[in-house]
């Protein structure tokens, strides 16, 4: 269904090949539009380049350790096992080139050109490109995405890495400070600790995590202590001085840390400067992203934006489903939006944290009378090879209607068991149906239908 208007080149623009931007021109060109993609870095974005894949990569990498300490429970013995930073550099870089050239693939495969290099918009319906040229579009999609925040202009803040070097750091760090108390930066220190790395992580807030369940992050805050990272939190850094091969990191109280690197992991800033948005009269929302409307529409009625540069939820498959939702509203001619309620999220750290819906407190305050179920546990593998680590399940139900609003996991392939628990969540089910499902014996996610 695609509007083929003489003067312009192409039906659909996209700014930025990351997560929302490809799924939204694949979908548009399967309807028949015209659709061209401009990506000044690597097709695929920040999910695949730099986010979730090779992070994802990376947490498995630092498994094994745990792996090979409970082994000797289960009667093997392994010999001293060695890690090699450098190899897994590799063989993570070699399987992201692999996606890239997947995606690439697949919007040749559906006729989208791609262009490489940065675009901006000069009018509403003029992109302007890296080499000069114009290009025509009677419909803009802005999905560019964010970018790291490096914090408040401090002393030596230029030696401070942000995420996007971590995935090529030469070496190793034997010591590092993370600043942050986010997933990003939790899940890095999770990695490096590890790997092998001795991790300081400092955070602003009382505790890492805001957002999550309070047990939850309590409990993890707990379990990152046993495996020997140091969690500072209400601090943060007011100085980063070099000195020979070290780093000395100055908290706001005078305290000092000497590690080999810094990294921060403070948020993420959409990318909305330089873009031409001003001129375009494109709003900018006051939490920083592209204003839009539950369609995507930004002020501008022919530009949409979908993705992390809307900040709204700021995950991949949500930007996923932005860019599906947009596609299918302008070129399938099926209005559709996007529903934020029911999102899952997890959190990659050790042991890994999973959720979706109301935490506890936010329920509190929502529906008042609630009631909360947990189940605090030993995984059988955990008492078997001696690991003291503890998972912990927390139901959230609303005491009148005895809806689940929430569950919170932490625990060996949390993430992995609620994916499949959000369905239950997202459908409105109730305590009394999770009580009627069978235990599935023996398993960790018995424990979700057993809570009384
Ligand atoms: C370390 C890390 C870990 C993460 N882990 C997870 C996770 O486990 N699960 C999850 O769901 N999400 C995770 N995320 C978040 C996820 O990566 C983002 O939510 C998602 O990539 C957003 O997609 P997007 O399409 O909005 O933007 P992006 O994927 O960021 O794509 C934007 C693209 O636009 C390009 N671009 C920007 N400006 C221009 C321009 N002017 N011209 C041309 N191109 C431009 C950029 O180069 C980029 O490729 C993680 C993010 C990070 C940083």
Redesign the pocket.
Same mark, same amino acid.
């Given at each position: 269904m695609g509007r083929r208007m003489a003067d312009h080149d192409v039906d659909l623009f996209v700014?930025?090949?990351?997560?929302?931007?490809v799924r939204a021109a694949r979908i548009a060109a399967s309807y028949g539009a015209r659709v061209m993609v401009?990506?000044?870095? &690597?097709v695929?974005?920040?999910?695949v380049?730099?986010?979730?894949v090779p992070?994802?990569l990376l947490v498995y990498a630092s498994r094994f350790f745990g792996e090979f300490e409970d082994a000797a429970g289960y009667g093997w013995t392994v010999g001293q096992p060695e890690f090699h930073w450098p190899a897994l550099i590799a063989n993570k870089d070699r399987e992201i080139a692999r996606l890239e050239a997947a995606y690439t693939t697949t919007l040749e495969r559906f006729n989208v050109g791609i262009i490489k290099? &940065?675009?901006?918009l000069e009018d509403a319906h003029t992109v302007r490109l890296a080499s000069g040229a114009r290009v025509r579009a009677e419909t803009i999609l802005i999905?560019?995405?964010?970018w790291?925040y490096m914090g408040p202009k401090i002393p030596g803040r230029e030696h401070a890495i942000s995420?996007n070097e971590a995935f090529h750091l030469p070496e190793l760090p034997k010591r590092i400070l993370i600043h942050g108390g986010g997933y990003?930066a939790v899940?890095f220190a999770c990695i490096f600790a590890g790997l092998g790395s001795k991790v300081t992580l400092v955070c602003r807030n009382v505790n890492i995590l805001r957002g999550f369940d309070d047990d939850i992050r309590e409990h993890l805050r707990n379990e990152m202590g046993l495996r020997g990272i140091t969690v500072i939190s209400d601090h943060t850094v007011a100085q980063i001085d070099k000195s020979g091969d070290e780093y000395v990191t100055r908290l706001h109280d005078g305290l000092a840390v000497a590690t080999d690197k810094v990294m921060f992991a403070l948020g993420?800033q959409p990318?909305v400067t330089?873009?031409g948005l001003e001129d375009v009269n494109v709003r900018i929302h006051e939490h920083g992203g592209i204003e839009v409307d539950a369609y995507s529409q930004t002020s501008v009625p022919n530009i949409y934006a979908?993705?992390?540069?809307t900040n709204r939820v700021?995950?991949?498959?949500?930007?996923i489903r932005e860019?599906h939702a947009f596609a299918d509203t302008v070129f399938g001619g099926n209005k559709r939006s996007t529903a934020y309620d029911c999102v899952p999220?997890?959190v990659?750290s050790q042991p890994p944290l999973a959720a979706v819906g109301l935490t506890e407190g936010a329920a509190r305050n929502k529906y008042g009378n609630i009631k909360v179920y947990s189940s605090d546990f030993r995984p059988m593998k955990n008492v078997f090879a001696q690991r003291h680590e503890r998972g912990l399940y927390k139901l959230v139900v609303d005491a009148v209607t005895e809806r689940i609003l929430g569950i919170h996991m932490i625990g060996p392939e949390a993430p992995e068991i609620l994916q499949a628990a959000a369905i239950a969540v997202k459908a409105g089910l109730t305590k009394a149906d999770f009580d009627a499902t069978v235990a599935l014996h023996p398993s960790m996610a018995e424990e979700l239908v057993l809570m009384r």
């Open positions: 700014i930025g090949a990351g997560s929302g931007g401009a990506e000044e870095y &690597r695929g974005g920040t999910c380049i730099r986010g979730c992070k994802k290099g &940065r675009a901006t999905s560019t995405g964010a790291p995420s990003i899940e993420r990318n330089g873009l979908v993705g992390d540069v700021n995950l991949t498959p949500v930007a860019g999220s997890a990659f």
